[in-house]
């Protein structure tokens, strides 16, 4: 099967079994280093890339759903600004997660804080809670999870008012 997709913002055209998942289409095609081979079917959470901007668990999601479609690395988000945004909330709220989960939990963030991000009103802490759930790792406690996304939703804000003034 032949696809186009935008990954990490490179047009890119690939051939390849429609079936086979994303995680393994992103480390074999891809090289990308950031998610680990040692997955447990959606279970662990350890993979979790943007699609559309949205939080998936890649191992999830079979390549014919990524026709046309935008996926979003941890290393292609490392480059972009945002990123500081999140890197500041942890070191704001000392809490910083563990090498395993680093990737998967900031592009988590990161999903939370795009959706929210213009919204006149804060977010749901149940909500973020539940998402927070995706991730099988207890390197962060759920309030520390919290703390952070709220951090990083005020840096946001902050740097995007900042630019507009």
């Not at 994303?22 to 890339?49: F, K, P």
């Not at 999601?61 to 990123?83: C, H, L």
């Amino acid at each position: 099967m032949r696809i186009e997709v935008t990954i990490d913002g490179k047009f890119l055209a690939l051939s390849l079994s429609s079936d086979k998942p994303l995680n393994l289409l992103l480390i074999d095609e891809m090289g990308t280093r950031s998610i680990r081979n040692s997955c447990r079917g959606g279970m662990c959470g350890n993979c979790i890339v943007l699609l559309d901007g949205k939080a998936v668990l890649s191992c999830l999601v079979p390549a014919f759903e990524i026709r046309e479609r935008t996926i979003m690395t941890f290393e292609g988000f490392s480059r972009t600004r945002d990123y500081r945004d999140i890197e500041k909330a942890y070191a704001a709220c000392d809490m910083h997660p563990c090498e395993a989960c680093h990737a998967s939990r900031t592009l988590l963030i990161e999903s939370i804080v795009r959706r929210h991000e213009m919204a006149a009103s804060d977010f749901d802490e149940a909500e973020i809670l539940q998402e927070s759930a995706l991730i099988d790792c207890h390197c962060m406690d759920s309030a520390g999870f919290v703390e952070v996304v709220r951090e990083a939703l005020a840096n946001r804000r902050k740097r995007k008012n900042v630019r507009r003034a």
